[in-house]
């Protein structure tokens, strides 16, 4: 089964080939780092998780870059605002992001390279960019790229440079510019006293200045495939569909136009938008949402990838709360099957799971491979969680292939709760964590968990309460419920009620 993925530049679906047997090197435009990223940033960054976790799966080595804007017009204007050095400014939403992405369970890259901590490598290049000819000095000291020395100028995002006005003396000094805008574009500014002030400015040959974004995202690229693969061309560079025009468009032309390579990359993959009540997520609307907001509400990230995979990336998601809770139930159920597969795991499968792990393996591949269907992959461990939990009730007990076709499924999305409250109808034996049960159905907890038990043990013991506290709540009975919560803090846990009316248990001491 090949890899099919569309590529943007040709609006086709293409059979995925890298460059070098084996490898592959991948570009993904990371976040500006003047504020925390929302969870519209986050859904690209999703999709390139995936895309990345799927190219692992299927045997490639992936070199991963995703860079990080520290110097733009965003966070200049930030430190500013802040009364603060860019470096100082922007750190701690560094750090948040690779917070936020640990949390949403988003594999490190390989490298994260600082617009900052490359400006030598972009001086070279707008050098390099003058001495073609295909950039030039405005009198106002900024290094402009002349897009009519650059004929394949508007081939990603097929805009039309035909209607420009001849001898064009209009040019465009900001990061961001529509595609009624398109002029020539500054690669480097020039110092203005802003900039000095928050110490975004650096000498150069060509003038003092800091480097437009496009140009650096070109820069750093081209210097760390250079240096890791020999390369000058990548094979995937992705981004969110609002990156198509300019940024990406202005980097194929800088990046090309020195390389003399006719592409920069050669599949290009876009996300499409987030968005909130029908509107697109953005500062302006006044309707954004970040992880860590999530994450306060002991949303489990697992529901957080389950919503954004049930939807294909190349298709607009309209976040509800609806949404975000049914998601949230969801992905409690695959959590709780897959405890419940960990619990039961045998040697051999019984042939219905044998076969159910087989179509799921496949049903995954399938959809993966056909441009990252995730809903269909999604979907197949649906499928597999109910044909198991119905072996697992006739009494059947998982075997490796079980185990390894939902873990293989698992380890590529990422979609099941931590989160999991346990089932408290016995079986007949003791169970895990002080649990007791007396015959079917029935089932009585020890008020102590006894202490020479495992963490986890603990913990499901701890979770058995919080879930008996819940339906006492429920039923209004608060003094039990008031009554479990307190012999739960002597055994140092805390109870946390989810939005989703799932519970979660946090530990806050260990017993004495
Ligand atoms: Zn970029």
């Not at 519209?40 to 995936?50: A, S, Y």
């Not at 394949?152 to 900001?174: F, H, I, N, P």
């Not at 954004?288 to 995979?309: N, Q, S, Y």
């Not at 185990?403 to 499924?409: G, H, I, P, V």
Request: glycine content about 8%; proline content about 4%.
């Amino acid at each position: 089964m090949t890899f099919r993925l569309y590529n943007t530049l040709t609006r086709q679906v293409e059979a995925f080939e890298p460059l070098q047997s084996g490898k592959v090197s991948l570009y993904t435009c990371g976040p500006t780092v003047y504020n925390y990223a929302h969870l519209g940033n986050f859904r690209t960054f999703l999709f390139e998780d995936l895309l990345r976790r799927w190219l692992e799966a299927s045997g490639y080595e992936v070199f991963h870059v995703m860079n990080l804007t520290d110097v733009d017009d965003k966070t200049i204007n930030g430190a500013t605002a802040a009364g603060l050095p860019l470096r100082q400014y922007v750190q701690p939403y560094i750090d948040a992001f690779h917070e936020d992405r640990g949390y949403l369970r988003i594999r490190d890259a390989s490298v994260y390279p600082r617009a900052t901590d490359f400006i030598p490598a972009m001086i070279r290049l707008v050098e390099a960019l003058l001495a073609r000819g295909v950039a030039y000095r405005g009198e106002d000291g900024s290094v402009y790229f002349a897009i009519r020395k650059f004929p394949a100028y508007g081939r990603l995002s097929r805009v039309d440079t035909r209607e420009l006005k001849a001898g064009a003396s209009e040019r465009v000094t900001s990061d961001e510019y529509t595609k009624e805008d398109v002029r020539d574009f500054a690669i480097w500014k020039a110092a203005r006293p802003e900039d000095e002030k928050v110490g975004a400015a650096w000498d150069t040959p060509f003038g003092r200045g800091r480097p437009g974004w496009h140009l650096e995202c070109s820069a750093m690229a081209l210097e760390l495939i250079g240096k890791h693969l020999g390369a000058e061309v990548l094979d995937i560079h992705a981004g969110g569909v609002d990156l198509i025009f300019p940024h990406h468009e202005d980097e194929i032309a800088q990046s090309c136009a020195v390389t003399g390579q006719d592409l920069f990359a050669r599949y290009w993959a876009h996300g499409e938008f987030l968005n909130i009540r029908g509107e697109k997520m953005s500062k302006r609307f006044g309707n954004i949402t970040t992880p860590r907001d999530l994450k306060e509400d002991g949303v489990d990230a697992g529901a957080i990838r389950l919503l954004m995979f049930q939807t294909h990336y190349r298709q607009q998601l309209d976040l509800t709360d609806d949404g975000l809770a049914a998601a949230q139930e969801a992905s409690r159920r695959l959590g709780e099957f897959q405890n419940r597969l960990l619990e039961t795991r045998s040697e051999l499968d019984p042939p219905r799971l044998a076969q159910a792990a087989e179509r799921l393996a496949r049903d995954v591949a399938e959809g993966l491979n056909d441009d990252l269907n995730a809903p269909r992959a999604v979907a197949a461990m649906f499928t597999f969680m109910n044909e198991g939990n119905a072996a697992l009730d006739a009494g059947e007990r998982p075997g490796s292939a079980a185990l390894r076709a939902w873990s293989n499924a698992e380890e590529v999305l990422g979609v099941t709760s931590k989160i999991t409250s346990m089932r408290i109808t016995g079986t007949g034996t003791t169970a895990p964590g002080g649990l007791q049960t007396r015959g079917e159905g029935t089932a009585e907890l020890l008020d102590t968990s006894p202490a020479d038990q495992s963490e986890e043990l603990q913990k499901a013991w701890a979770l058995q309460w919080a879930v008996r506290r819940k339906q006492a709540k429920g039923l209004r009975n608060y003094p039990e419920a008031d009554r479990i919560r307190d012999l739960l803090r002597v055994a140092g846990w805390e109870v946390r009620d989810a939005r989703d009316g799932s519970v979660e248990v946090v530990r806050i001491r260990r017993a004495s």
